[in-house]
C-alpha cells in the first residue's frame, strides 16, 4: 500500500556526547547547527558531472527551482536566479530569461548572463566530458544579449522546457571548457550563489556554512555537516542515539525507528523509480519474453515486503503522477498465466525440472544489484524468486557500479531513475528511444526500441500544444508496452528520520531519484522561520 506522510512526535531524549567528530551540538528549540548523515559524500560536485540537476541543492542555484506545493503531485516550477519565468516564441523553440541582478557567488564574485552560458555550454559539452548532455542537447546556442539575459535557441521546438532552466549555474571564471569535467575544481570545492558555502571535505564529513549574502535570506541553521554512514541499519541508530540530527533512511529501516522516542519521521512519495534493465542477450531477443517478465512479476509483493508498504506499483515511466500523459488503457498486470502462455509462446519451455530452456539452451541471465544498496539487494533477490517460479533463472551477482556498469549490455541489474522527473520528456525520452552517443549507459542498455517509437518520441517532445502532446505520450506508451525496453516495477518513497526542532518549514514534495540528506524536511532551510 501507499503510506500516508508521517510525522511521529514523541518524548525526549538526553544527548551524551560520544566523542565523535560528527556529533551535533545542536541544542534548545531553534538550533544553529544541524549534523545530517547519509549512506555517502558526493564524489564530484560539478553540475556537469550531476550534482545540481533538480533545482534543490544547498550550494547551488539553477534560473527555476520547484515550487513547494502538494506532496503528491509533480511539483511546479519558480524562479531562482530567474527574475521572473522565463518566455518563449510561437514554437517554444526561443526561450528568453530574464535575470536577478545584484547576485554574488559564494567567492565573491558576480552573476550575470556570462555564468549562465559558461554553465550550460559545458553541460551540454560531449568532449569536456559532460555526464548530462542527453538533458541538454536540444540546446543549439546560448545567447547573451545583456549582462541580465539569457536566450536560448533549441535545434527544436521543446514545451517543457522548464526542467532544464534547474541546472547549477556557476562562475563563468570556474566553468571552463578547456579543462576537463573529471579534472575541474569545482569537483572539489563548488562554488554557486545557494543558500550554503563548501567549506570543506575530510574523510566522511562535508562542511557547509550559511551564506550571508544569500539572495533568498540567511538561513537560520548557520552550520551544516553531513557526515557518511553507509551502513543502513548505523545510520538510522545514530539519529535514534542522538549522535545525529537526522538521516535518509531506506524503506527497510522505518520499523526499527518507528517507535523510537523524541524523532520525527517524514515520508515523501516520488518519481524514484526502481527496475530491472534488460540486456542485448539471446534470452530478451523477443518481445513475448520481455512482456512475460512484465507480466510475471509480483509488483505489490514487492511494495509489501522490501518496501515494508513504503512505495506504488507502476509499470510505465509514466505513471499516474503525470496525470493526462498516462495511458491508463494499457499495462503489465500481475498474470503468471499471461507470463506462462507468452515464454510457451516464445519457445522457452520447461523441462522436467521446471526450468526453461530453448533450443537446449537454458534461460540464464545474471542479475547484478549495488551491494551497499539493502533496498536494490531485497528487490532482487525477490525479483529473482519470483522469475524462478516461471523457469527463468536470473544469477544474483553483487557488485559496485564501477563493477555494473560495464556489464549492462550482457547482464540484468536493478537500476533506479527519475533524476529529474518534472515532465514526461526528461522522464522518459532516454529511457525509451534507441541508444545514441549521448545516452547514458544506463538508459536502455539492451539498445531496444524501433524507429516507429522514436520517431513517435520526438514528435511528442516537439509538439507545442499540451492536449496534442498528451496523446503523443499516450501512444509511445501503446509502442512500449508491445516492446518493452526495460521492467518498471515501483516508485519507493523517501524515508526521514529526525530530532524534531521549533523550525516551521515547507512541506516535502515529490522527490526524484537524485537526493540526499539535504531533501526531506531540509530541502528549503534557508526557508525555516521561527
Partial sequence: ???????????????????DP?????????????????????????????????????????????????PDTIPEFEPALAAEMPTHNADATEWTVKLKTGIKFS?????????????????????????????????????????????????????????????????SEKTNDSVPVADSELNTHPVGTGPYVFVSHKADETVLKANENYWGGTPPVRELVITTAADD????????????????????????????????????HTADWRGISFPKVPELADPKVR????????????????LSGYGVSIDTLLSKLYGDAHNPQVGFKYDTAKAEQLLDEAGWVKGADGMRQKDGKPFHIDLFYAGNDTTRRDIAVEFASQMKKLGLEFELKSGTWDEIAPQLSKAAAVLGGGSAPYDPTVMVYEYLHTRTEATSKYANPGDYGSAELDALLDEARSEVDTDKRNELWKKAQELYFDNPSALVLLN????????????????????????DATWGPWWRMSEWSK
Avoid at 545567447?143 to 547549477?168: C, G, I, N, W
Avoid at 517478465?293 to 509488483?299: E, I, P, T
Avoid at 523550525?503 to 537524485?514: A, R, S, W
Wanted: aromatic letters at 6%.
Fill in 492 to 515: 519507493l518513497d523517501h524515508i526521514y528520520v529526525s530530532k524534531p526542532n521549533g523550525y516551521q518549514k515547507p512541506g516535502v514534495i515529490i522527490e526524484p531519484h537524485i537526493h
Fill in 22 to 70: 560528527g556529533q551535533s551540538e545542536a541544542s534548545g528549540e531553534f538550533p544553529e547547527r544541524l549534523v545530517l548523515a547519509d549512506r555517502a559524500a558526493a564524489k564530484k560536485y560539478h553540475p556537469a558531472s550531476g550534482f545540481g540537476q533538480t533545482g534543490v541543492s544547498p550550494v547551488y542555484d539553477g534560473l527555476l527551482r520547484p515550487k513547494a506545493g502538494s
Fill in 291 to 306: 512482456q512475460a517478465l512484465n507480466y510475471g512479476v509480483d509488483r505489490q509483493a514487492l511494495i509489501d515486503g522490501t
Fill in 107 to 171: 567567492d565573491g564574485s558576480d552573476f550575470d548572463s556570462a555564468d549562465v552560458k559558461a554553465s550550460y555550454d559545458v553541460a551540454r559539452d560531449l568532449k569536456a566530458g559532460s555526464e548530462v548532455v542527453a538533458r541538454y542537447n536540444m540546446i543549439d546556442e546560448v545567447q547573451t544579449p545583456d549582462e541580465h539575459t539569457v536566450v536560448f535557441r533549441l535545434k527544436y521546438p521543446l514545451a517543457e522546457m522548464h526542467s532544464r532552466l534547474a541546472y547549477a549555474i556557476t562562475p
Fill in 1 to 19: 500500500m501507499k503510506r500516508p506522510l508521517l510525522l511521529i512526535p514523541a518524548l525526549a531524549l538526553t544527548l551524551t556526547s560520544c566523542g
Fill in 233 to 268: 541499519t548505523a545510520r538510522a541508530q545514530r539519529v535514534v542515539a542522538g549522535e545525529v540530527d537526522g538521516a535518509a533512511i531506506p524503506p527497510a529501516q522505518a520499523a526499527s525507528v518507528k517507535n523510537a522516542k523524541n524523532l520525527n519521521i517524514d515520508v515523501a
